[in-house]
């Protein structure tokens, strides 16, 4: 009976754990450099 | 199918003046060489602030109204557009409707025989998500030789039917093209970049039409998706879209980003394009600029992102202020 409620409390751990990561995102790739220019001369022509 | 931006002189109706309806009518009532806007709404009261505010560049809609080369812009709840399209559509109207409920959506795409039928344009999705989107994710494919995945991401909402749409969008789920078949989102979400001031954003799965309507007019790319993120947590949990309505500024910044990756000359290349607007505000003008050239149109239905060059629509955009960015790397 303790091991399940063992094994329970580390599932519902291992959840929140989960659960925080995936509100906090998995990252994604910053851009290191450039920027964003807007659109204009020949690439609207 | 290319647009030309030109005006004509085919009546336009805006039917539905909520934040982006009287929108639609402000950006039809500045264009030149058009006839008055007619304006249908339930709210008559809208129609009044609406001919107070624009003069006599627009008036109410009336039966005398009731003609078959009209263009009607369909900027109402969800619910309403299917049923309205499918009338205006028999009557020999062209149709440009607003819908961004990826149900709505493919809806509106079955109407093909009707609009065959009455030898009508419907197009759907031209509002920022979809509209703007994927107008940007052709023109963007249009720069690659192939392409081989389009990624959308966007954050943001207009009024108040927007914001409840959006709220549904994040908490929902609508499928994707990968690998050359409709599959479910993967869940999580990640970082997005999206230029100032929205910067970056936690986008994830959404309800969102892209899909649907990008794999229409790019049909050989493998990969589609699209993302929706949260420019705050006032869209999330019960009550939000009341909490956001109540706030002094009930429409901030939204963003829409397309990345889109393939082959150029033989190299691996990757083109992103994004767009920073009040959502509302973009989406009247794609509407409007949308509308004014229905004209040109095969008969049938199509979405913005049939439309084979973009550039004269993503120009008169910005010459209407609803300006495209390029991230361009250091090199």
Redesign the interface.
Known sequence: MRALRRAAAAMALAGLVGAVLRLRGTGGQPPQNGGWRELSGDELR | MTFTVIANERPFVVDGLGAVGMRVARELAATPDIPPVLLRSQHTERIAVAVDSLGDRVRRWADEDDRPDATVVIAREAAAHVPLARRHLEAGRNVVSCADDPDVVRQLLDLEDVACASESTLVVGAAFSPGLSCLLARHAANALSSVTSVRIAMVGAGGARCVARRAEAVGGVAPVWRDGAWDTPS???????F??PVQ?L?VGPGALAEPLLVHRGLPDVPTITAFVGQPDRSLAGRGAVARLLRRSHPEPVGAVRVEVVGERDGEEAMVV??AVDRPAVAAAAVAAVTALNTGELAAGVTSLAEVSDP?PL??EL?RRGV????????T
């Open positions: 869940p999580g979400t990640e970082l997005v970049w230029p100032d970056a936690d394009y994004a550039v993503l120009r910005a300006k495209a960015a390029t991230f361009e790397p250091a």
